[in-house]
Nanobody, 110 residues
Framework: VQLQASGGGLVQAGGSLRLSCASS????????MGWYRQAPGKQRELVAT???????NYVDSVRGRFTISRDNAKNTVYLQMNSLKPEDTAVYYC?????WGQGTQVTVSS
């Protein structure tokens, strides 16, 4: 099983990034997907989720700035991140069922 996350990088505050997570699971279109993040010295936290039907949910700190979406034809989930803040700096992970991607680093400079 592979969850391949990509799209991280270094961006200035106020900028945007789009994360992608490609899944190898054949159950992808039936699975809820999640994006998590872990900042240095902090616990991993849930950022956003999307159900198999497309229902989304966000942690309060990113609501209105981040958008989670999915493309079942590509077995891929996305996280569009706008108006980035230095406190968004973290390693971002995608998750499906009990599986985790390898993480992609997002660094927001002030």
């Amino acid at each position: 099983v592979q969850l391949q996350a990509s799209g991280g990088g270094l961006v200035q505050a106020g900028g945007s990034l789009r994360l992608s997570c490609a899944s190898s699971l054949i159950t992808f279109s039936f699975d809820g997907m999640g994006w998590y993040r872990q900042a240095p010295g902090k616990q991993r936290e849930l950022v956003a989720t999307i159900s198999s039907s497309g229902k989304t949910n966000y942690v309060d700190s990113v609501r209105g700035r981040f958008t989670i979406s999915r493309d079942n034809a590509k077995n891929t989930v996305y996280l569009q991140m706008n108006s980035l803040k230095p406190e968004d700096t973290a390693v971002y992970y995608c998750s499906e069922r009990q599986y985790w991607g390898q993480g992609t680093q997002v660094t927001v400079s002030s």
